[in-house]
Every structure is written in structure tokens, then in C-alpha cells.
């Protein structure tokens, strides 16, 4: 079974230029999950879509990060204008539906903003 | 204060040693606990599920204990391929998971 595809793996930009991230979950797995990690502190959950809709964003900040699961399935998270503290891994995780559900995660992009 | 915590360490402990790492929550409706384990400069990959009867998986033990919602991880007869962060999780009835910012361990020869 393939794993959660992320691309790409490590981007560095300016501060104030923008950034996409693009991940494709585990066949079959409804609830996709955005994580942002800064070194040294465990994931941040970003957004969690079920399907096509989001389930929670609360700590998405909102004025400069947005995200789409184009028909239930791809996900791209965007950022613009970024910051120098947006610099960390961006993880994306699939699961099936469900409170009891474990996440499968892909292997990051590594944002580094100059 | 954080709503998953986790004794960051390090723990530095020799081959063969028993660790233990523990973990508390604040939120008291949390359904769902799980062990990660995340290698350096790798993704979070899940080590195990934790319930309420405790589970065992070969040298691994998890427990939870809902009433002071703390969960805890042991490693018996500790190997050096264990030497990694390991990451308390807790998820909500909506699916929503909270990790701490995980413990370190390193095992040495």
C-alpha cells in the first residue's frame, strides 16, 4: 500500500514571497490532516479536512494560510505573504474516519524562510 | 499550560535498561491515545495505540489512566535502535489530536 505523498520535500524562499504544498493521502482515507513542526516541538495541527470539508481550523492562521482537498482526495496548503517564523516541516497525515483512528504521515516539506 | 505534556529529558540510559515516559492531558474528553515515535529529521510513525485495559507489543507497554489522565509508555530491555523522540498523542471525539512536544531518548552501548 502506498504511503502519503508530499511534495516537495524541502523548499527555501524569501520572507513575503509565497509557497505551495501539495500531499496525497492513503487511498481510501477520508479525514487529511496539516501539521506545522518546529524544531524542537512536537506537530501543530493546522487544519483537518473530512473529505472535502473542513472539520477544523482553528489554529490555521487564517490572513496568510489557506487550504483546499480538491474532490475529497489532494490537499495544497498555501502561504502568502511568508514569515520568518513560518520556517518549519509541514506534515500531512491521512486516517479513516473515525475518533479511534491513527495517522499515517508523509515525510514533510522542510520550509525554510529567509 | 500545554494540553498534552511530556518530559522533554533527555533520557540517556544504557542497553538492556528499563525506561519509563509519561505523559498528562488536560482535556478530560479525550477519546483516543496513541504513541508515535519520530527518528531524527523523519515523520511521526505510530508505535502504538494506548487503552484503557493497557496493551503490550514485545518490549512496549502502554497504559492509560483516565481518572488523573496520564498516560505512560515502558521499554523494556532497551535497544539502541530505540534512541528516538517519542510522542504522547490525544485525540478528541471529532478526530482532532493534540501531540506533545515528546521525549527524548537515547540508548547507549
Known amino acids: 500500500e502506498a504511503g502519503v505523498a508530499q511534495s516537495p520535500r524541502y523548499k527555501i524562499i524569501e520572507k513575503r514571497q509565497s509557497v505551495a504544498f501539495w500531499c496525497n493521502p492513503i487511498s481510501g482515507h477520508a479525514t487529511l490532516y496539516w501539521y506545522q513542526q518546529i524544531l524542537g516541538q512536537g506537530p501543530k495541527l493546522l487544519i483537518q479536512?473530512?473529505?472535502?470539508?473542513?472539520?477544523?481550523d482553528s489554529q490555521l492562521p487564517k490572513d496568510r494560510f489557506s487550504a483546499e482537498r480538491l474532490k475529497g482526495v489532494d490537499s495544497t496548503l498555501k502561504i502568502q505573504p511568508a514569515k520568518l517564523e513560518d520556517s518549519a516541516v509541514y506534515l500531512c497525515a491521512s486516517s479513516l474516519w473515525g475518533p479511534m483512528g491513527s495517522e499515517y504521515f508523509g515525510p514533510g516539506t522542510r520550509l525554510t524562510v529567509t | 499550560r500545554k494540553e498534552v505534556e511530556q518530559d522533554p529529558g533527555p533520557f540517556n540510559v544504557p542497553e538492556g535498561a528499563t525506561v519509563a515516559f509519561n505523559c498528562t492531558y488536560s482535556n478530560s474528553a479525550s477519546q483516543s491515545f496513541f504513541w508515535y515515535r519520530q527518528d531524527c529529521r523523519k515523520e511521526p510513525k505510530l508505535l502504538m495505540s494506548?487503552?484503557?485495559s493497557g496493551n503490550e507489543d514485545g518490549r512496549f507497554t502502554a497504559q492509560l489512566n483516565r481518572a488523573s489522565q496520564y498516560i505512560s509508555l515502558l521499554i523494556r530491555d532497551s535497544k539502541l535502535s530505540d534512541s528516538a523522540t517519542y510522542l504522547c498523542v490525544v485525540k478528541d471525539g471529532a478526530g482532532k489530536s493534540t501531540f506533545g512536544d515528546g521525549t527524548t531518548l537515547t540508548v547507549k552501548p
Open positions: 494506548v487503552y484503557s
Open positions: 479536512f473530512q473529505n472535502n470539508g473542513v472539520v477544523d
